[in-house]
């Protein structure tokens, strides 16, 4: 796919807690198309400890709008800028970048998400849904305040939750909720984004029942378009870049 | 009309713009964001005689104005680059010149026997300044004697142009300069990177799975540009300056402190198209300063 560097319009920057927020992003002409589990690489000026970009999953594509959606989890100086970006500020990507997540061959869909990497799960979402899909999401959070955009995903399929802290949904991490602990599933196809942990655990309950599993990995990166080498994964077939073999990949070709 | 063309000791480049190795893949990752044929050339990938994979993830840091890396030479040999990348990139309207680098003498003397014979490569660049590998690499650019026993055994087999890399964590870069001229460089490309490390205070742990890294970035860029001075004042042969280099200004501060030519790296991960827009304001810097070719800026800072 092209790839390619442009201004966007900040329209929105709407806050959904402490750390979280959502930013919608307008493109200044048509957006190309962008698939479930890309990525954009965002350049956050006026910080001397901001000098790369930032890698952030694309959470939602209004094709009509020419709009996309950013969920930023602020945990640094370069996430916590772009937390302060304010309508009418420019916002200057690379993009779209990395591979996608793949069709399901059957409707039994499951996708398991922790913390900010539940964002490129509701892109994928939709694109179940215009294939006539109806997924089961599984997200999981440290507590209630971390369960973010759930309307979003309710509007997709039925939506299972965790919390660390048990002040929503079932006490504990994904692995522990119910939908994971039956001997006999009802899935074909587990797409996973989240905390490593989570999803080496995902993966290999994944392995255990013969379900296909497919993890989008985060690893730190400085161009996101395979010139620097910086972000690779070990794989069966050795070193292989996050940014532009992944971000997502088979778990099973992945050295967990 | 502002003439941009820079003869690099018979090396002809369009203008003096190149791209350094290690931070522009092949050239190809670049062609969606703009044509690399407008560049004075390209510096490919570190290439090796044998498959390497490079160092363990995590292999980057983020540092104040600038980035460690520790990626280790990553590539999968020349055979493999003759096969299936030559033949990829081999009519590309510029200069692509391969940067070799090896652990023995032997290996770099084999590699560029190979790359000899590519007709499209009109020069390599010997890396003998990566920080990043075990065994040779770095090791050969902080002697004097073992910087000229790579770059005299190079030059005996390769019969083009022979561009030499050099490392900045030497103590004193112009002797080492003046060596590799003597040794028959045809021309001194400056600054690897500088060796470094970063630590995480939360975990303390080192940010690198190396422990050290490669420093570069705009960090580098006053080292960077004393060192090119330096060499300058002791070798006859070209130089092409590299350190930090963000836009024109610093290109031009380069050419300034004695660069015939630069090379960007950091900076197009930042900014893809960064090199095309250097070309540019090279051109506007000139015929706003009265320069008609780029060539008369080069060593003409006023003392």
Known sequence: ?256 | MVDLKIDLNGLELKNPVMTASGTFGYGEEFMDFFDISCLGGVLVKGTTLEHREGNAYPRMAETPQGMLNAVGLQNKGVHYFVEHIYPRIKDYQTNMLVNVSGSTIEDYIATAEVVNELDNIPGIELNISCPNVKEGGMAFGTSCPSAVSVVEAVRKVYKKHLMVKLSPNVTNIAEIGAAVEGAGADSISLINTLLGMAIDAKTRKPLLSTITGGLSGPAVKPVALRMVWQVAQAVKVPIVGMGGIMNTTDAVEFMLAGASAVQVGTANFIDPCVTAKIVKGLEQYCSENGFDKVSDLVGAMEI
């Open chain 1, 1 to 256: 796919m092209k790839k390619y560097i442009d201004d966007f319009k900040v329209i929105k920057n709407e806050r959904l807690n402490h750390e979280y927020v959502i930013l919608t992003l307008k493109h200044p002409g048509k957006l190309p198309a962008m698939l479930p589990g890309q990525f954009v690489e965002v350049r956050v000026d006026n910080g001397p400890n901001t000098f790369l970009r930032r890698p952030i999953s694309i959470h939602d594509v209004d094709v009509e709008a020419n709009t996309m959606k950013l969920l930023v989890q602020e945990i640094g100086e370069g996430t916590r800028l772009m937390g302060q970006l304010q309508e009418g500020d420019i916002c200057n990507l690379v993009y779209p970048l990395g591979n996608s997540f793949s069709l399901p061959a059957t409707n039994r869909v499951l996708l398991v998400g922790g913390g900010c990497g539940i964002a490129p799960l509701l892109l994928m979402g939709r694109h179940l849904k215009a294939n006539g899909i109806k997924p089961q999401f599984l997200l999981g959070a440290r507590s209630k305040d971390g369960l973010i955009a759930l309307d979003a995903f309710q509007e997709l399929g039925d939506v299972h939750m965790t919390t660390e802290d048990g002040s929503a949904g079932t006490k504990g991490y994904v692995i522990h909720h119910p939908v994971m602990r039956t001997q006999s599933p009802e899935i074909d196809h587990i797409y996973t984004c989240g905390p490593e942990a989570m999803m080496k655990v995902v993966a290999k309950y994944a392995k255990n029942h013969g379900i296909k599993c497919e993890v989008s990995l985060e690893n730190s990166m400085a161009c996101g378009f395979g010139a620097c080498l910086c972000c690779v994964a070990d794989t069966l077939d050795g070193h292989k870049c996050t940014c532009t073999d992944g971000p997502v990949f088979d778990s099973t070709y992945l050295k967990w």
